[in-house]
C-alpha cells in the first residue's frame, strides 16, 4: 500500500525543465492536467502511452491525468445535442488511458469552467494572486474563456444534475472495467450560479449526491482544498470533507491550496496564511487513512518566477514535504 506523498504536476506537458525540477525537488510523480495530445473529440491508447513512458523516463510516474479539453464535454454538460456522440469519444479516452497504464482521469462539471475578478492583487510582499469578487462577477474573466458559456445557459439546478447522472450513467461501468477512477473536481468559485450557468458542486451534500449517484468504487474525489476553503464558512468545509470522504476512500488526490476570505469574495495565498491550518490538514488526512498524493494547485505569482511558477511550486512542494516529514516523526515512522 502506498503512503500519503507529495506530487508535481498541473503541466500541460512532458516538459523537460519541469519534470527535471520536480525530480531535484525528491517528488516522484507526477499529475497532468489537460495535456496537449492530438485529437478534437477524445485522446488515443497509442498517444497516453507515449506519454507515461516519456513521464517515466525522468524516474516519474504519472499518477492522473486531470481534465480533458471543454470541447470533448461540453455538450455533455449543457445537456445539448451530440452529447452522445462525446460520451462516445469520452469513453473511448477512459478505456485508453486504462490500457495506458493511467489510473486516474480527473474531471469538472462547469461548463463555463474556472471565474476570477482579477488576476492580479497584491498578496504577501506583493506576489501576484487571483480573486473573486462576486458582486464584479458580471465583469468576471472566465480563465480560458471557453464560449460554452454563453451558448448554453442552464438555469435549473435539476437538469444540471441529470446532466451530470447521465454522464456517469454512461462512463461509469466503462471505467470500472477499465481500470481507471474518476476524480471529481468541486466547482470554482463555488456558487450555485455564476453567469447565467448553474453550477453543482459549491457545498458538501452536492458531493454526498454525486456519491450517491456514481456508487462506484470508480468515483472519487480530487479534493481541491482551495476550492472548499472558498466555500461559505471556509476551513469548516475542508474539515468536512476530509471527514466525512476520507474513511470511505473517497479521496482520491489533493489539490494542496488555500484562500483568505470565502464567497461572495476571496484572494489565493500562499500555503499557511489561508483559511485553514495546513498542519492540521495533513494529520486529518492521516488520521483518515488518505494514502494517494498531494499536489500543489494555483499557486502565487512571485518575482521573477517563469509561467508555470517554477519559484512559488518550489515553495509549496518544500512546504508540503516538510509537513509530511513532520506528521511522520509525529507518529514515529522512521
Ligand atoms: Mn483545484
Not at 477512459?94 to 482579477?118: K, Y
Not at 471557453?146 to 466503462?174: C, H, K, Q, T
Not at 494542496?256 to 500555503?271: H, K, L, M, N, T
Amino acid at each position: 500500500m502506498k503512503r500519503m506523498r507529495v506530487a508535481g504536476g498541473q503541466l500541460r506537458d512532458v516538459d523537460d525543465e519541469s519534470l527535471r525540477f520536480l525530480k531535484q525537488l525528491g517528488v516522484d510523480s507526477v499529475q497532468l492536467n489537460t495535456p496537449y495530445l492530438p485529437g478534437e473529440h477524445r485522446w488515443e491508447f497509442e498517444d497516453l502511452l507515449r506519454m507515461r513512458l516519456q513521464v517515466e523516463s525522468y524516474g516519474l510516474e504519472l499518477e492522473a491525468i486531470e481534465n480533458v479539453p471543454i470541447p470533448f464535454y461540453d455538450k455533455i454538460m449543457l445537456g445539448l445535442p451530440g452529447r452522445d456522440e462525446q460520451i462516445e469519444h469520452y469513453q473511448a479516452t477512459i478505456r485508453h488511458a486504462g490500457r495506458a497504464g493511467i489510473p486516474i482521469l480527473g474531471h469538472h462539471f462547469m461548463p463555463n469552467f474556472v471565474w476570477r475578478t482579477s488576476l492580479s492583487t497584491a498578496g504577501r510582499g506583493g506576489a501576484l494572486v487571483t480573486a473573486f469578487d462576486n458582486r464584479e462577477a458580471a465583469k468576471g474573466i472566465n480563465l480560458i474563456d471557453y464560449p460554452a458559456n454563453r451558448e448554453g445557459r442552464i438555469a435549473d439546478e435539476e437538469i444540471m444534475w441529470r446532466n451530470y447522472s447521465y454522464f456517469l450513467e454512461a462512463v461509469i461501468p466503462v471505467a470500472e472495467e477499465a481500470n481507471v477512477k474518476l476524480a471529481l473536481h468541486p466547482d470554482d468559485p463555488p456558487l450555485r450560479e455564476l453567469d447565467g450557468v448553474t453550477r453543482l458542486f459549491h457545498g458538501v451534500d452536492s458531493f454526498k449526491r454525486a456519491m450517491a449517484l456514481a456508487d462506484s468504487e470508480a468515483w472519487g474525489l480530487n479534493l481541491c482544498l482551495g476550492c472548499c476553503s472558498e466555500m461559505v464558512n471556509g476551513a469548516s468545509n475542508v474539515m468536512e470533507m476530509i471527514d466525512y470522504f476520507g474513511p470511505k476512500g473517497k479521496i482520491l488526490y489533493v489539490h494542496f491550496r488555500d484562500v483568505q476570505g470565502s464567497v461572495p469574495a476571496f484572494q489565493e495565498c500562499f500555503i499557511g496564511e489561508g483559511n485553514y491550518d495546513p498542519a492540521e490538514v495533513i494529520v486529518r488526512l492521516k488520521r483518515v487513512g488518505f494514502n494517494g498524493f498531494l499536489l500543489d494547485d494555483h499557486v502565487p505569482r512571485v518575482v521573477n518566477d517563469t509561467d508555470w511558477g517554477h519559484r512559488a511550486r518550489g515553495h509549496a512542494i518544500g512546504y508540503m514535504q516538510g509537513l509530511l516529514r513532520m506528521a511522520a516523526y509525529a507518529d514515529q515512522e522512521r
